[in-house]
Each structure stands twice: as structure tokens, then as C-alpha cells.
């Protein structure tokens, strides 16, 4: 234990509001009489608080009680700390009833170019009073931190174990081809999946970006196309593009990065969709984010 623990356990609150009021009224007989008690006990409840402090609080040789230079110091420490007590009770209320408290956000970096502005956003109006704390982790990553407790919620892609949390879709999207200026299909219409025969196509790394790995092989299936450099972030994807280092399948919120040197297309005959999920532990303990998702349950 150390000793401001032992302090804070010699301290009570009864001690503390007596000094803070024998320092408002000056006068040991008018803070008594506020207080609603006699002054001898008052009095051996300040000299118990300056023992226990080890310092003296109040200059008791006028006739006017008068607070020390220590004592003037702690008196702003004493209110500060009966605020604290007094709010204590109504704020463990409305933490219980998620009126307060705070939400961990995680969220993909795509997720960041469409949906979650506006997310946040609605979030903020209907829950004004919820702090939220946001952080940009592949799927994978954010699957551990909810298992872990580091997250409360996951904007994330699917698949995630249904045995260990829950979650619905929030977003879906469109794929669009992404091209270096000065390519074949930089300018045009619609282009058909068959159009990519024996491009250069970028990938996604089946690890930490699976659920985009396994969409793109869905749609160019059927396509016969040179595999390049596997990237598992669809900023770094783009970048390449625009290094003339192939062409790519991005969901249509990157397209809304107008990376110089990178021309977006729209695919005709693709029914897939890029979905989004938010995603949660089942049976949360956070009462705030139990009021997140009953949010999610109007849109």
C-alpha cells in the first residue's frame, strides 16, 4: 500500500466536508451549526484529519478561524474531492444505463473512405454523451481484440466465429477496377470481367486479408490473369496501381482517395458485393455500447 492509499483510508469524507466547512464560515460555532452538531466533536474531527495529514490546516489563534498556507491548498483538493463523492452515484447511474460511458471502435481502413464518417456521425447526434475511441486494424486483428476486451466493436468483413460473437451487416458496396492513367481500360463504359483476360492483376494476401483474397478469385473466376504483388490494405493496392504495377479490384469507397495516376471503372455483370459488418462479443457488459447496437437496430 502505498502512502497516499494509507491517507485516502485515514481520511473519511465526514472529515473533509467538516474542514471545507469551517473554512467557508471561519468559525468552528457557525460551521457546527450548519452542519447540525456541537462544536466539540467538529473540533476533534479537524484535529484528527491535521494528525492524520500531518500538517496544520487552520490558524486558530484569532478570533477569526483562518485557514494556513497548507490548509488553503487543501481546501481546493477537500471540494474537488466531495464533488467527486456528491457525482459519483448519478454517474455510476447512467454508466449502468449507457447514458455515459465509452465505446471501442474498430474499423478497416475502406471502412474509413465510406461508412464510417457517417457512422460516427449518427452516432454522435443520438448518443452525445457516449465517448468513442477509434482504431484502424485489419478483420483478423480486430476479431482478437474483441476476444481479448481491447475492442467493444468491430467494423470488420466477414467471416467471424458466430459462436463467440454476434454481428450484422451495415454496409455493402460495389467492386470497381482500378487502373493506372494511360491504360487500355483507363477511359470507357463498363468493363466486363472478360475484358481482364492476361491482365496484371494485383491481390490481396490470404492472410490478414481473406475475406478480399476470396472475394476477387470469386469474380475473376473464369478469367485467365497474371497474379502480382499480394498487399493486404487497399491504400497500398491503389499505390501500386499507380506505380503501373497491374490493376486491381477495390471496393468503390477507395475510389474516393482520387490517388493521382489511378483511374476507377465501373464492372458490368458483377452481382458480388463487398460487405461490412459490425460486429460485438456476445452478451456485452458495456450498458453504452448495448445502446450502439440498439441503434444499429433502427437503420
Known amino acids: 500500500m502505498t502512502d497516499d492509499d494509507r491517507l485516502s483510508a485515514m481520511v473519511s469524507l465526514e472529515q473533509v466536508r467538516g474542514f471545507v466547512v469551517v473554512a467557508e464560515e471561519g468559525s468552528f460555532r457557525r460551521a457546527a451549526d450548519r452542519l447540525h452538531m456541537t462544536q466539540p466533536p467538529l473540533s476533534r474531527q479537524i484535529q484528527k484529519l491535521e494528525r492524520d495529514i500531518g500538517v496544520l490546516l487552520l490558524d486558530r489563534t484569532q478570533r477569526q478561524v483562518e485557514l494556513t498556507p497548507a490548509g488553503q491548498a487543501f481546501l481546493v483538493e477537500a471540494r474537488r474531492l466531495l464533488a467527486l463523492a456528491e457525482a459519483a452515484p ?28 457517417d457512422f460516427l456521425n449518427q452516432l454522435s447526434v443520438a448518443l452525445p454523451e457516449i ?62 470481367v472478360r475484358e481482364l483476360e492476361g491482365e496484371r492483376m494485383l491481390m490481396y494476401a ?43 479490384l477495390v471496393p468503390e469507397a477507395a475510389s474516393r482517395l482520387h490517388l493521382d495516376g489511378v483511374r476507377y ?33 433502427t437503420w
Do not use: C
Open 265 to 297: 471503372r465501373p464492372l458490368s455483370g458483377v452481382s458480388e458485393r463487398a460487405e461490412l459488418y459490425a460486429v460485438w462479443r456476445r452478451e456485452p457488459a458495456n450498458p453504452a455500447l448495448r445502446r450502439v447496437i440498439d441503434l444499429l437496430d
Open 90 to 117: 448519478a454517474t455510476a447511474r447512467l454508466v449502468a444505463g449507457g447514458h455515459t460511458g465509452t465505446v471501442r471502435i474498430g474499423f478497416t481502413a475502406t471502412a474509413g473512405f465510406g461508412f464510417l464518417g
Open 206 to 248: 490470404p492472410g490478414p486479408a481473406r475475406y478480399f483474397a476470396d472475394l476477387t478469385h470469386r469474380v475473376l473466376a473464369g478469367v485467365s490473369y497474371d497474379p502480382a504483388d499480394r498487399v493486404s490494405q487497399a491504400h497500398t493496392m491503389l499505390a501500386l496501381v499507380a506505380a503501373g504495377r497491374g490493376v486491381a
Open 131 to 192: 465517448d468513442l475511441i477509434l482504431s484502424e486494424l485489419v478483420s483478423s486483428l480486430q476479431f482478437d481484440e474483441l476476444s481479448s476486451g481491447k475492442l467493444d466493436l468491430a467494423l470488420a468483413r466477414p467471416p467471424f466465429d458466430r459462436l463467440a460473437f454476434d454481428g450484422r451487416p451495415v454496409y455493402r458496396e460495389p467492386l470497381v477496377l482500378a487502373v493506372p492513367d494511360g491504360h487500355r481500360l483507363a477511359t470507357g463504359g463498363l468493363v466486363a
